[in-house]
């Protein structure tokens, strides 16, 4: 973080969704730096002393809606690292600001899928998208500037290049809800093959509409693939926040006989906050 910004929102890790339906109008960056290693077009932050870091600006951007981020970046483990690992990165988004006057940033860690085909001869390629609501720092005057930078010295090292963030206008309006439950893990199988790992949620949220199962999507993955992200979670209390996709829908390419949560955040809680709104 730069001096003389004020951090907003730096408790939760976001599960970044791999897509989100409903997006019209593209904004790209008018400016992009980045003082990483530059390699073949990226720019890859990886230094021990998590100095390297990557910002874009926009600017032209409407007013009163949320915004979908669209992520696209690189990860490995280390130099010359292997294929398939996930990216895990600091991400803040707001205003930057004027003069004598300080910046202010939503800033959240993030963790994206990796989604490289097999036939991908590196396998670095990670994606994900991120809702960012209208009363965001620097909207209310059309611009935003986004930052990334590496949380651990140990953590993966990922790259980003000017067309590594896209935004887009979410249409319709992207309606968010946070529900609390218990999660645990299902695997159907059908013929010799897994059809899961299939994800529940059962709420205690008791609002009308949102009570019982859900499946928590968090992107596109293969049908017989885990996922490393909720696998930790299986078996405890959580709070999960994202857009509610009615049974029969499809996400992601998939259709649920259940209702389909796309995961935007998840994180454990303990027993006593359950029921707490």
Not at 49 to 55: D, E, S, T, Y
Not at 108 to 125: A, C, K, T, W
Request: aromatic share 10%; net charge neutral; proline share 8%.
């Amino acid at each position: 973080m730069m001096r003389g910004t004020v951090a907003l929102g730096m408790a939760a890790l976001a599960v970044v969704a791999g897509a989100v339906a409903g997006l019209g109008e593209e904004f790209r960056a008018v400016s992009f730096q980045s003082n990483g290693d530059l390699i073949q077009g990226w720019y890859w932050l990886r230094d021990p002393g998590l100095q390297h870091r990557a910002w874009w600006t926009f600017e032209g951007l409407p007013t009163g809606t949320d915004l979908v981020l669209e992520i696209t970046c690189l990860a490995t483990s280390r130099v010359n690292g292997p294929r398939g690992v996930s990216a895990q990165f600091r991400l803040g988004y707001g205003f930057p600001g004027v003069g004598m006057m300080g910046g202010v940033f939503v800033v959240q860690e993030v963790m994206l899928p990796n989604v490289s085909p097999p036939e991908d001869p590196v396998g670095y390629i990670c994606r994900g998208t991120l809702v960012i609501p209208a009363d965001t720092p620097g909207l209310a005057v059309g611009k935003l500037t986004i930052f990334a930078e590496r949380i651990s010295p140990s953590g993966p090292h990922v790259a980003f290049n000017k067309d590594s963030m896209i935004l887009r206008v979410a249409q319709p309006p992207v309606s968010m809800v946070t529900l609390t439950g218990y999660l645990f893990s299902l695997r159907q199988a059908w013929c010799t093959r897994s059809e899961g790992p299939l994800y529940l949620l059962q709420t205690q949220e008791f609002r009308v509409g949102l009570e019982g199962f859900y499946v928590l999507v968090t992107g596109p993955r293969l049908l017989w693939e885990p996922d490393p992200r909720l696998e930790v979670l299986v078996g405890k209390n959580v709070r999960v926040r994202g857009t509610v996709v009615p049974a029969g829908e499809e996400v992601f390419g998939r259709t649920y006989p259940l209702p389909s949560l796309v995961v935007q955040e998840i994180w454990e809680i303990g027993p006593s906050e359950r029921c707490a709104h």
